[in-house]
């Protein structure tokens, strides 16, 4: 052993954790802010800047769906690689694992309906900037693409992937590419069950880019650099709202 | 309260494991953690979801995902590590009749396309999660106490820290069932199954004798275990969340 090495401290703990717990609930008049799923997860922020999400969902609303994902990104929010496995009414849809190169990505799969499948999808924008696995917590971090130096308006995504074009994503998982509006509206302080926090307010508009039309989807995060999903909803008819009842740093 | 139009035909479970030392210069000083989420299905499936955390330098920090059937088969897999802070590997395993596929990229092996051949369904499966060793000892025929029970398992990594690949390797565990006992840890009191590996063949370096602990109501739940020899490591259930 080295004599550096043996300066050394025997543990090393250059990340931090944190765990929260997202509670989905609907909006339409009938289910007026009845629970309807939830989203518990951990992210490790790397001493280097990158992070892991490894995310648990569940959407209650029949056929039920159910995912687990673990989405990778480096320091300035560009995927690494993401592994997505879904079940919709309690059966097997779709297990897959999808890395994020340069100049294309790929995707290995296995899905009840389509088999097992490799995908390798060019991108025609350069590196990829954001993927969308459909966990709600996800979601807010397409958000750290948007120059907030320019202040409120309007910017895009050229080219986003998903592991599935539908609502809940519910399909696949396998590769789809779209284009993301984004909506800058302003910061605000608001109070979600997890605390109060100064926000990021922003919104995706009405996507046409999907097989279905996506309603208005407004996403309000954190203000710290970290985009943490503070609370959302879509409107249309959707109905349902989104929002951060538990957050905690446990290790860092 | 359920409606109608909700659907919940699974049980969901969390868990929280602590990792300690048993060494004497640094008795029951934390050197990890583990947060896991199990979930079974209605057919009797189970998935598990955990991140686990060594402190020890090099650091590890693993992310695993393993679903198997109700007989424990195992249907597919995802580990990811990061060792000393440091991306070392990113891999999805898929077991399918007669035959287990690794797609991976690693830090020392680049990108990889494994193929493992073996008859019937796949035994096993470990991901190096503290709580997937409570699911290995699902392969141990209770019928058999106080026996030597040799079996065959793919293992993400050949590493006593699961700290290379990820990649499909196999290992041939000898673990004998010591019977039932009522255990306390931190997460209340357990009836307990006691397993205790004797040896594991396919490692690189000996394996110290393992001792585990885990419940007695199906899932496996790891509640307690400690290596010992070199390594003098302790783990321990310490919150047990059940239901939504």
């Known amino acids: ?90 059966k097997f849809m779709g297990t897959g694992w999808f890395k994020f190169h340069d100049d294309y990505t790929e995707c290995e799969t296995y899905t009840a309906l389509e088999g097992r499948v490799s995908q390798r ?27 907030l130096s320019k202040g409120p308006g309007q910017q895009s995504i050229d080219e986003l992937l998903l592991c599935s074009p539908d609502h809940r994503g519910a399909t696949g998982p396998m590769l789809y590419p779209l284009r993301l509006d984004m909506v800058y509206v302003g910061d605000e302080k608001i109070t979600v069950g997890a605390g109060t926090f100064d926000a990021h307010h922003f919104q995706v508009p009405t996507n046409t880019d999907l097989p279905e039309e996506h309603p208005p989807y407004e996403v309000y995060t954190t203000a710290d650099g970290d985009y943490t999903f503070l609370k959302g909803g879509v409107a249309g008819y959707m109905q349902t709202h989104y929002e951060l009842v538990e957050f905690e740093k446990t290790v860092g | 309260m359920t409606k109608p139009y909700h659907q919940r035909d699974h049980v969901t479970r969390r868990g929280r494991l602590v990792y300690t030392s048993k060494k004497p210069d640094r008795l029951d000083e934390e050197r990890g953690r583990e947060q896991w989420t199990l979930t079974r299905h209605a ?22 995902h393993l679903t198997a059937n109700a007989d424990w088969s195992p249907i597919d897999a995802f580990v990811r590590i990061t060792v000393g802070d440091e991306f070392r590997g990113s891999g999805w395993f898929r077991f399918a009749d007669g035959v287990a596929e690794c797609e991976t990229v690693t830090a020392l092996e680049g990108r990889m396309s494994q193929r493992f ?39 993400s990594s ?87």
């Open chain 1, 1 to 90: 052993m080295s004599a550096s090495q043996s300066d050394q401290p025997i543990t090393q703990i250059e990340h931090t954790v944190v765990r929260g717990v997202i509670a989905y609930t609907s909006k339409k008049p009938e289910r007026m802010d009845q629970e309807r799923g939830r989203e518990f997860y951990t992210i490790t922020k790397y001493g280097w800047g990158g992070r892991t999400i490894g995310v648990h969902t569940e959407i209650d609303d029949r056929p039920s769906v159910m995912r687990d994902a673990t989405y990778t990104v480096d320091k300035n929010w560009m995927p690494q690689d993401c592994f997505v496995r879904l079940t919709v009414a309690d």
């Open chain 1, 121 to 147: 999808m060019s991108h025609k924008h350069g590196s990829l900037k954001s993927f969308q696995n459909h966990a709600i917590a996800c979601d807010s971090w397409h958000f750290s693409h948007y120059d």
């Open chain 2, 43 to 64: 057919d009797g499936r189970r998935s598990l979801m955990s991140h686990g955390e060594i402190d020890d330098r090099p650091s590890v920090l693993r992310f695993v």
């Open chain 2, 117 to 155: 051949p073996y008859s019937g369904t796949c035994p096993g499966f470990g991901g190096h999660a503290i709580q997937n060793d409570g699911w290995v000892c699902a392969s141990v025929d209770l019928s058999r106490p106080g026996e030597q029970q040799t079996f065959s398992q793919l293992v």
């Open chain 2, 158 to 244: 050949t590493d006593h820290r699961g700290a290379t690949g990820p990649y499909i390797a196999e290992a041939r565990p000898t673990v004998i069932y010591q019977g039932n006992e009522t255990i306390t840890v931190g997460a209340g009191t357990f009836e307990a199954h006691h397993f205790q590996f004797v040896a594991v063949d396919g490692l690189p370096e000996e394996h110290p004798i393992y001792n585990v602990w885990t419940t007695t109501d199906g899932d496996y739940i790891f509640l307690k275990g400690q290596v010992d020899g070199y390594m003098q490591t302790y783990y321990e259930l310490v919150e047990l969340t059940e239901g939504l």
